[in-house]
């Protein structure tokens, strides 16, 4: 039979303050305490994998291993069809450190333009990983599709929020209300999967 998360403390492994915000709205609701990376002040483990799935799964073990609580990690990044699936694993790299968003989504925009790409389609992915920390692990995915658009528009949300335009939709994630975001993301895709086997 599948583990069952049961409510209380679940370490939110992740120091990107919009995930834990995103995070935090999925799963206080169902009566967690959810607890972040960045609130414990746990190292951030280096993503050796290739996959949305092996690089998650790195980051909730860690935390689960160092808290001894289950944790729960997110990793998740932009797949641009005709940049062959780029930046994707990559997604926060192409930001720089101290990350800058804005230079990430030049440089997708850039490389779009350098290849002539008629094609704007590309897709968040999000992947969900569990691990408790007696080892038993397992990983959601979820993704939306959608196309790029330039220049960047809304306030709202973080990272690429600002140049994807969900399919279905005329305005950025970064111009929805978070509500709206929450609801049809990546993320809340993956977590539906989550909800239904976990919980
Ligand atoms: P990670 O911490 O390696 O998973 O990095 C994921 C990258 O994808 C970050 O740079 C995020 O900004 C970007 N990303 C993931 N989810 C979203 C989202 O919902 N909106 C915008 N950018 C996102």
Not at 35 to 55: A, I, M, V
Not at 111 to 116: Q, W
Not at 120 to 130: I, Q, T
Not at 171 to 189: D, G
Request: aromatic fraction near 10%; hydrophobic fraction near 45%.
């Amino acid at each position: 039979m599948t583990r069952k998360l049961q409510p209380g403390k679940l370490i939110a492994a992740t120091h990107n303050k919009g995930k834990v915000v995103e995070l935090k709205d999925l799963f206080e609701p169902l009566g967690f305490q959810v607890l972040s990376g960045l609130e414990l002040d746990l190292d951030e483990p280096e993503e050796t994998e290739f996959t949305f799935e092996g690089n998650a799964l790195i980051k909730a073990r860690t935390a689960a291993q160092a808290t001894g609580a289950p944790a729960l990690s997110d990793d998740s990044g932009l797949e641009v069809t005709a940049l062959g699936g780029m930046p994707g694993v990559h997604t926060a790299i192409w930001a720089g450190e101290p990350r800058d968003f804005y230079k990430a989504m030049e440089k997708v925009e850039r490389e779009l333009i350098a290849i002539g790409a008629k094609d704007r389609s590309a897709r968040f992915v999000s992947c969900l990983a569990v691990a408790w920390p007696d080892g038993h692990e397992v990983t959601f995915r979820g993704e939306v599709q959608g196309n790029l658009t330039w220049p960047p528009r809304g306030e709202m949300g973080f990272g690429y929020d600002p140049v994807f335009v969900p399919f279905g939709f005329d305005v950025t994630f970064a111009e929805l209300e978070p509500a709206q975001k929450h609801a049809m993301s990546h993320r809340a895709v993956a977590f539906e999967k989550l909800k239904a086997a976990l919980l």
